[in-house]
């Protein structure tokens, strides 16, 4: 079943979904003692339609319409950008021209200069064996009718060369702050994590990538994690997000999600050095279709929270806030 909004009606098309997600959503684990509620239980809203996208590492919501979500592949796969529907249906993909997919594990959507953009991350490095990276820019095309041509073609609008100062890193977290005119990314195999930023407009075709801090505050993986599926990898960040008005930042991990407050757009040094709030979610063993979590954004509307697995017919989750 496929549903259409526009902008004045997305709020409820997104509660019926929500109520579509009860009817055939699976048990899931309460919030742990002692946690506040920040967000209701993942609701399952659909999956991923497309057997194309079978290794979800990243996704954000459209910019331009409030019913489009853009998410990507990581390695293995051409340099293509797949558009979904709210409940996980197919609405086609952009191939971006010159691109290459070394390990796309990232998607920021953001409004730079009255254009909407989409950032696509290409730093994933399993064995840290690579010395630069590459951020990919490119402009959002309009999808009126909510579909659009196969495989149409997108061209890079600039792209962003770097490396990391201390070695190499893998990562798999990034998020534009639009008002500092900075990119986020956050490291993926470091204990702990480390945050770095790198320009929007970088001066020059290559730059080094400015360490901001550690983020030590993501609780480490308890004796009982590591008899479970990730075992001591559980705390690794998968993803990074931040809400459009700029004041929060959500982090990924195999376990549970983690949110960051930024109160009067402080620094993102401060925010991310002070202990975070969790959000719970589904535990890998317990939640089959969203085992291998690797992408999560807010929405435009309302700051509820989007989740996906990497797998065919993976499910989409929706958590929406108090």
Known sequence: MRIYCNATLWPICFGLFISLGNCFADQIQSNPPNTPSLFSRAQLVGRLEDSRLVECSGMDTSSTSNDLIWAV???????????LDYDGSNMGRLQVAGAQNRDWEG?????????????????????????????????EPHVADLSIAEDTVVEIAWQIGFSYPDGSHDAEGVAVDVESGKVLVLTKRDTPPLLFELPLIPPKDHVPAKKITAV???????????????????SQPTAL???????????????????FNRPNRGSWLKAFSKQPLTIPLPLPEEQVDLRQ??????????????????????????????
């Open 73 to 83: 592949n990581d390695s293995g796969d051409g340099p293509y950008i797949y558009a």
């Open 107 to 139: 998607l920021a959507t953001f409004i730079w200069q009255n254009r909407p953009m989409i950032l696509i991350a290409d730093f994933g490095d399993n064995k840290e064996k690579h010395d630069s990276h590459i951020l990919y820019i490119v402009e």
């Open 216 to 234: 030590s505050q993501i609780p480490p993986p308890t004796d009982e994690d590591r008899q479970q599926r990730y075992g001591k990898y559980r």
């Open 241 to 259: 997000d931040i809400s459009l008005d700029g004041r929060r930042a959500v982090v990924l991990t195999y376990k549970h999600a983690y949110l």
């Open 293 to 322: 979590r690797e992408a999560i954004c807010f929405t435009p509307v309302g700051d509820s929270l989007i989740v996906t697995s990497e797998g065919s017919g993976a499910g989409i989750y929706v958590l929406n806030p108090p």
